[in-house]
């Protein structure tokens, strides 16, 4: 179970950091200024869906995280670079849980940004992948034993009848008064 998104976040930022120490910029959600210190790497959780249940009341979602490169275009070969960088974040995040428990990554994208338009005067490639995890507390299931289907035959079934009814698991004895 992960216990917030912030922990995943900053696992994510850590194991970046890591994979590419020659990238000195690289946050979730940094400040867009005037100016982005380039090359730089900005991490985002762009949206969420429903994931598979787990069955132990904790709610299970789809993550899709994002990583932007960004280059200045003046940069001598920024168009490679810009591309370049592109290529290492996908490798650094293909199949990562970044020792959390999540899903390993699954790559979506990865291509050319022009989405974001706090960042058109820079060459953005955007990487996008998924992780799927459980959110919560692990619940106590609603029926300790689970539910218990029994069986009863009309007329003798409701109120006054519930010794009529049987687990049609067991054995059969008796279908409504005769025996089987």
Not at 95 to 112: E, M, N, S, Y
Not at 154 to 171: A, L
Request: charge should be negative.
């Amino acid at each position: 179970m992960l216990d917030n998104l912030k922990t995943l976040h900053d696992a994510m930022i850590t194991g970046l950091r890591a994979r590419l120490p020659d990238i000195s910029h690289v946050d979730a959600y940094p400040r867009i200024g005037r100016k982005i210190p380039t090359p730089s790497i900005a991490v985002e959780l762009s949206e969420m869906e429903p994931g598979h249940d787990p069955g132990t009341g904790q709610t299970s979602l789809i993550g899709r995280f994002q990583a932007r490169a960004i280059f200045d275009p003046l940069a001598p070969h920024a168009d490679l670079a810009v591309r370049q960088l592109a290529a290492r974040i996908a490798c650094a995040v293909h199949a990562q849980t970044w020792d959390v428990p999540v899903t390993p990554a699954r790559l979506v994208q990865i291509g050319d940004d022009p989405f974001k338009p706090e960042l058109d005067s820079y060459l953005v490639w955007l990487i996008e992948w998924t992780h799927e995890f459980d959110l919560g507390d692990v619940m106590t299931p609603f029926f300790p034993g689970g539910s218990v289907v029994v069986w009863g035959v009309d007329p003798e079934t409701g109120k006054g009848h519930e010794s009529d009814y049987w687990d049609p698991t067991q054995k059969l004895s008796h279908v409504g008064g005769a025996m089987i």
